[in-house]
């Protein structure tokens, strides 16, 4: 079985949502993950917040955070454990992140430390 991340992708970062929208949300994140969590294949995640990051480019310019030009931002991840990347898409597929429009889910297969791709 192989490990998969699951990388949550906002199309508009800049947008805020109220404490209540926040509290549904993470709700609705811990019920998804929990069913999960209860097929023994979550592995781990966290959220990614803006306070506090930068961007490091060429020539090591570091600008504030992930802002800017960029259409999407990253919000967080999770790893799970899968037999297949057709599982992990079924997994990704009930999370609560594609309820808003233009968010995605990118589902990479982790590569393993034996030299396989």
């Known amino acids: 079985m192989d490990e998969y991340i699951l990388i ?8 805020v949502a109220s404490p ?3 509290q549904i949300w993470m709700k609705q994140t811990m019920d998804w993950i929990g069913g999960i969590a209860a097929q023994n294949k979550f592995v781990s995640g966290t959220g990614l917040p803006f306070a506090d990051s930068r ?6 310019v570091v600008t504030n955070g ?4 960029i259409k999407e931002t990253i919000g967080g991840f999770i790893i799970v454990k899968a037999g297949s990347v057709d599982e992990a898409v079924e997994f ?4 609560p992140v ?20």
């Open 55 to 60: 961007v490091v480019g060429h020539n090591n």
């Open 98 to 117: 594609l309820v808003g429009e233009g968010n995605t889910v990118e589902v990479r297969r982790i590569a393993k430390n034996d030299g396989s791709h």
């Open 20 to 22: 209540e929208q926040l």
């Open 8 to 15: 949550f992708r906002h199309e508009d970062g800049t947008k």
């Open 66 to 69: 992930p802002f800017g030009d």
């Open 92 to 95: 990704a597929k009930g999370s």
